[in-house]
């Protein structure tokens, strides 16, 4: 089986840096992404790491580290648009499973 | 902007009666799923096609819930009897194509159900 675990909650303030975790214990892996989500509105598509190390894509990073199943996704520059909830997931290439979602207030 | 589209958007509906909801991928996608989403919680994956083949339904309810992709295109998810824990959201989602060279998946606006 799969399972993740991610933070349920973070807070902090615009203008700064925020850092989300995610560790899971899957039998096979082949990558982990992550999706954002607002609140009444569908997951999108942020990032995808397959292989260790730091991916940047503007304001937001993801990092892989496969030997120790973990990653995080790091937020830069806080804006009041990026509260919402953020998911890893992990695909096995069989199997797509979404971590439990970190719910990201960003306060003026 | 190619989308995924739903329907309905939302659904009310009395415990024991049937519903049935509808996705239409991203043209081309070969790759579609059916998530179910509680409130406060991620995604579950409920059924995967690539193409009209069913990939994985292990968490698909089999006594109650079934789904189509016929023509390898579009998708029907039907529940039938409706229970009050089915109450949720069911997005849908379509990718390029499934395995190891990741495709993004890209999620249509989902429908409500709410069983009474």
């Known amino acids: 089986g799969q399972s993740l675990e991610q933070p349920s909650e973070v807070t902090a303030v615009e203008g700064a840096i925020v850092q989300i975790n995610c560790t899971y214990q899957t039998s096979g892996f082949y990558g982990l992404s992550w999706y954002q989500q607002h609140d009444g509105g569908a997951p999108t598509f942020l990032s995808y790491?397959?292989?260790?190390g730091l991916e940047e894509t503007g304001r937001f990073s993801s990092f892989l580290s496969r030997s120790d199943s973990y990653g995080y996704l790091l937020l830069q520059e806080l804006q009041m648009k990026d509260s919402a909830s953020y998911f890893c997931?992990?695909?096995?290439?069989?199997?797509?499973?979404f971590g439990p979602g970190t719910r990201l207030s960003v306060l003026p | 902007e190619a989308e995924v589209a739903q329907s309905p958007r939302y659904k009310i509906t009395e415990k024991s009666q049937a519903v049935a909801f509808w996705c239409d991928p991203i043209s081309g996608h070969a790759t579609l799923y059916w998530y179910r989403q509680i409130l406060g919680q991620g995604p579950e994956l409920l059924v995967q096609?690539?193409?009209?083949?069913?990939?994985?339904d292990s968490q698909l309810p089999k006594d109650r819930f079934s789904a189509e992709r016929l023509k390898g295109v579009d998708s029907t998810l039907k529940i039938q009897p409706a229970e009050l824990g089915d109450s949720a959201m069911y997005l849908c989602a379509s990718s390029l194509e499934f395995g190891q060279d990741y495709n993004e998946q890209f999620f249509g606006p989902g429908t409500r159900l709410t069983v009474l």
């Open positions: 997931a992990v695909s096995d290439g069989q199997n797509f499973v």
């Open positions: 096609f690539q193409d009209e083949s069913v990939v994985d």
């Open positions: 790491n397959a292989l260790d």
